[in-house]
C-alpha cells in the first residue's frame, strides 16, 4: 500500500497537479478579451504590467485597506497561506523522497521550524472553521463546498503531524497522510483551490484594468 | 377586466429590443411603469439565447471570479448598501452577485422570469456598480464589474427598469439622454450666449469651430433644466481667454444606455461624440463636471467603439482636470477674499476617483478655493458612492432603497461638520440634494462652476464698459 501511495499515485497526482494548474492559467489567459473586458491588455502592457506588479505587491504584502480594516483575520490568512506553502515543499523528509525518485533536491528546513508551521496551518485552520461556523455572515455565504475544500487543505498537516510525532500507528498515519497530500494535488484545479493560481492571474487581471484604464494613465490608479 | 382587456390590445411594452422609435418611446413615457411592470411579471425568458449570450460572452474573467470567492464575507463592510441597511446579510456583495449571475450560470440560463426579475431588482437596486467591493476583496474580485455585465444580460431578455428602458431609448432616438435635439441644444447655446453677454462683453459659445484647442461636451440635463450651467462653463473659457468650441452634433457625453447595459446604444452613443472629435479636430476634449459620463466616453466608450488603445480619438479630460490647469497656469485667478470661509466638503464621485483616479486633482482645486476644507471619512478613491450611482437616482421602483442607501453620505457628511458639499457630478448632486429633501440636515451643494465664478477675478479688458 505505501509503495503504491508514494509510487505511481504520487507521480499521477503531481502530474494532475501540474498540468492542471497550467490548463488553468492558460485557459485564464486564452478567456482575456480586450473588448469583452474593456482593458488594453496588449496595447497598453506597460502600463498593465506596472498596474498589475502594484496589484501584486500592496495583496503577497498586507499593504492592503482590508489589512487595516480587518487586521485579525489578514494575519491569520498570511500565515496560513505562507505555512501552507512554505512547510511541505522545505521539509526534509519530503526533499529526501524527492531526491531518491527523481534525483533532484533543494535546501531544507529544519524538523522543528516545519512543525511549528504546521501547528500554525492547523490553527489557522480550526480559525477559519469556526469563524464559518460562528460569525453570522461567513456563515450565511459558506457552503457545504467551504467546508470540503477547508478540510482537503488543511488534512495533509493534520495527518502529516500525526505521522511525523508518531503518537499511533506510524504506517497507517504515514499513508493517510500521503494520500491527504494527493487528494489536496489533485483538487486543487478542480475546486475552489484553484486560487493556488488563479489568485496570481485575478490579481494580475485587475491590477491590469486599474493600471490600463482605471486611472493608470491619467490619473493615480488605485490606491490598494 | 375591462383595463387588462384593453391592455391586451396594445403593443407590448416589455421586449428584447432597445427602443428606437418615437411612437414606441411615447408610449413606455406615458405608462409611467405600472403596466410595464405587470407585463415583465411574465414575460417569457429566452433561455436558448440566454445560454448562448452566457457562453459567448462570460469568460475566464468572471467565471473564475465567480469560483475562486471565498466567500469570506470582506466585501460586507465595503458596500454602502450591506451598511445602511443595518448590516443586512443579503446585501453582501459577494451574496447578491453569487444568487444571481453566478446562480445564471451555473444553470446555463435555464432560469424562469421570476428570477430575472430578482436579477434585475439586485443589479439595479442594490448595486450602483460603484465598485467599492472590488478594491477591498483579496482576491480582486470586483463585483460591480459583474453587476455591469449582468446588467447586460438583463437588458438582452427585456428585464431592465423602466426608467433604463427609455433612457437608452433616448440615445437610440436623439443621441441623448433626453429628448433634447441638436436644434434645442444649438439654440441653448445662443440664448445662454446672448443672456450673459452684458456682464462679459465678447462672450460667445463657438458652435462647430475647427481646430479649437477645447471641444466642450455636456450632459442633456444641462440643455433641459440647467442652462446656466453652459452659461457658467462658456463664462470660465472665456475669462480663461481658452480656444474653444461645442460641437452641433456630439455633445452629449452621457450614457443612460450604460446604466441600462444596452451595449449597443453605448457605442452608438460614444461613436457620435467620436466623429464631432475627429469632425472638429480639436487638441483635446473636456467633459462637463459629470462622473458617468466622463466614465462612458472617456474610460469605456473607446472599447465599446473598439478602438484597441483603449483611448479616445483625441485626448480627454475631465472639467475638474481643466479647471485645476486653469487655476495652476494661472489663467484662472481666484480673489482670496472671496474663497469659502465656511467649512466645506467634497464628494468624490466614483466614475472619476476611483474609476478615473483623479482624486488629487479636486484635491488641488479645494485648496484654491476653500480655507476651511474638511475629508470625508473614507475618502478619495475608498470614498463611498453618493447612493444614487449607476442610474439608481432615476428608477422609481427603487425609490425605498436608493434612500435608504442615502444613509451612509448623509452621516458621512454629517460627521465633517461641514454643512456644505462640493460636488462635480451630476449623479452625487442629485443624490446630494435628495439626501437633504428626504432627512433635512440642513446642507448646501453646489458643483464648481458657480463657486468659481463667484471668486474668479475677471480680467480689466473682460469687464464690461462703465457707460
Known amino acids: 500500500m505505501y509503495e503504491f501511495v508514494s509510487g505511481p499515485l504520487a507521480l499521477i497526482s503531481f502530474a494532475i497537479f501540474f498540468i492542471g494548474i497550467i490548463a488553468r492559467i492558460v485557459w485564464y489567459v486564452k478567456g482575456l478579451d480586450w473588448r469583452l473586458d474593456r482593458v488594453a491588455y496588449s496595447e497598453k502592457l506597460a502600463d498593465g504590467i506596472t498596474g498589475a506588479a502594484r496589484s501584486l505587491f500592496h495583496w503577497l504584502l498586507p499593504f492592503n485597506r482590508t489589512t487595516a480594516n480587518h487586521p485579525i483575520f489578514m494575519a491569520v490568512t498570511y500565515l496560513f497561506h505562507i505555512c501552507l506553502v512554505i512547510a511541505p515543499i522545505f521539509l526534509v523528509a519530503h526533499v529526501v523522497l524527492i531526491e531518491e525518485s527523481w534525483n533532484i533536491s533543494w535546501v531544507t528546513m529544519s524538523d522543528k521550524v516545519v512543525d511549528y508551521m504546521t501547528l500554525a496551518v492547523i490553527a489557522a485552520g480550526i480559525f477559519f472553521l469556526i469563524r464559518r461556523l460562528v460569525e453570522p455572515n461567513v456563515k450565511f455565504l459558506t457552503n457545504a463546498w467551504d467546508y470540503i475544500v477547508l478540510g482537503i487543505a488543511i488534512a495533509p498537516f493534520i495527518t502529516g503531524y500525526i505521522a511525523y510525532h508518531q503518537w499511533m500507528d506510524y504506517k497507517f498515519w504515514l499513508i493517510v497522510h500521503i494520500l491527504c497530500g494527493e487528494i489536496m494535488l489533485i483538487a486543487i484545479p478542480f475546486t475552489k483551490l484553484s486560487h493556488f493560481v488563479l489568485f496570481f492571474c485575478s490579481r494580475i487581471q485587475i491590477g491590469m484594468d486599474y493600471g490600463i484604464k482605471r486611472g493608470g494613465t491619467r490619473g493615480r490608479g488605485i490606491a490598494w | 377586466m375591462a383595463e387588462e382587456a384593453k391592455s391586451q390590445d396594445l403593443p407590448p411594452l416589455v421586449t428584447r429590443k432597445p427602443v428606437k422609435t418615437q411612437e414606441d418611446l411615447d408610449l413606455l413615457l406615458a405608462d409611467r411603469g405600472i403596466r410595464y411592470y405587470k407585463e415583465l411579471e411574465v414575460f417569457p425568458v429566452d433561455t436558448a439565447a440566454l445560454k448562448k449570450t452566457l457562453d459567448t460572452t462570460c469568460k475566464s474573467r468572471i467565471r473564475t471570479w465567480l469560483e475562486i470567492c471565498a466567500h469570506c464575507s470582506l466585501c460586507a463592510d ?368 453646489s458643483f464648481l462652476k458657480p463657486i468659481l465664478l463667484k471668486m474668479v477675478i475677471v480680467p480689466d479688458h473682460l469687464k464690461p464698459k462703465e457707460e
Open chain 2, 78 to 445: 465595503t458596500c454602502f448598501f450591506y451598511l445602511a441597511n443595518d448590516n443586512d446579510p443579503t446585501q453582501i456583495p459577494s451574496y447578491k452577485i453569487q444568487s444571481t449571475l453566478g446562480e445564471l450560470l451555473k444553470r446555463k440560463g435555464n432560469v424562469d422570469t421570476q428570477f430575472m426579475i430578482n436579477c434585475m431588482d439586485t443589479a439595479w437596486g442594490k448595486c450602483t456598480c460603484c465598485n467599492r467591493c472590488g478594491m477591498y476583496c483579496p482576491h480582486g474580485i470586483d463585483m460591480g464589474v459583474m453587476f455591469g455585465y449582468l446588467r447586460g444580460i438583463c437588458f438582452s431578455q427585456g428585464f431592465v427598469p423602466h426608467e433604463m428602458k427609455i433612457g437608452s431609448g433616448m440615445h437610440w432616438i436623439y443621441n441623448a439622454q433626453m429628448d433634447v435635439t441638436v436644434t434645442d441644444f444649438v439654440e441653448t447655446c445662443e440664448w445662454m450666449a446672448e443672456e450673459n453677454e452684458e456682464y462679459y462683453p465678447g462672450l460667445n459659445i463657438p458652435v462647430d469651430k475647427p481646430n479649437a484647442d477645447i471641444m466642450y461636451t455636456i450632459n442633456a440635463r444641462e440643455v433641459k433644466h440647467y442652462p446656466e450651467d453652459i452659461a457658467e462653463a462658456a463664462i470660465l473659457f472665456h475669462l480663461a481667454g481658452e480656444n474653444w468650441t461645442v460641437p452641433s452634433k456630439g455633445w452629449e457625453e452621457t450614457s443612460l444606455a450604460m446604466f441600462a447595459g444596452d451595449w449597443a446604444g453605448c457605442k452608438n452613443q460614444v461613436e457620435w461624440v467620436y466623429d464631432a472629435m475627429n469632425r472638429l479636430n480639436p487638441n483635446r476634449m473636456v467633459v462637463t463636471e459629470c462622473g458617468h459620463a466622463h466614465r462612458a466616453t472617456i474610460i469605456e466608450g473607446p472599447y465599446w467603439a473598439g478602438i484597441k488603445t483603449g483611448q479616445t480619438p483625441v485626448p480627454s479630460m475631465h472639467y475638474v482636470e481643466w479647471v485645476l490647469e486653469a487655476l495652476e497656469t494661472g489663467k484662472l485667478k481666484i480673489d482670496p477674499a472671496k474663497k469659502i470661509k465656511e467649512p466645506v466638503t467634497l464628494q468624490d464621485p466614483c466614475n472619476y476617483i476611483r474609476n478615473g483616479g483623479l482624486c488629487d486633482v479636486t484635491r488641488k482645486i479645494m485648496s484654491y478655493i476653500a480655507e476651511d476644507f474638511r475629508e470625508m471619512q473614507p475618502n478619495r478613491e475608498h470614498n463611498f458612492c453618493c447612493g444614487g450611482g449607476g442610474g439608481l437616482n432615476g428608477i422609481g421602483r427603487y425609490r425605498k432603497e436608493r434612500n435608504i442607501g442615502l444613509k451612509v453620505k448623509r452621516d458621512q457628511i454629517l460627521a465633517t461638520g461641514a454643512k456644505f458639499v462640493v460636488s462635480p457630478c451630476h449623479n452625487c448632486w442629485d443624490a446630494i440634494r435628495d439626501l437633504e429633501e428626504v432627512y433635512k440636515i440642513g446642507i448646501k451643494w
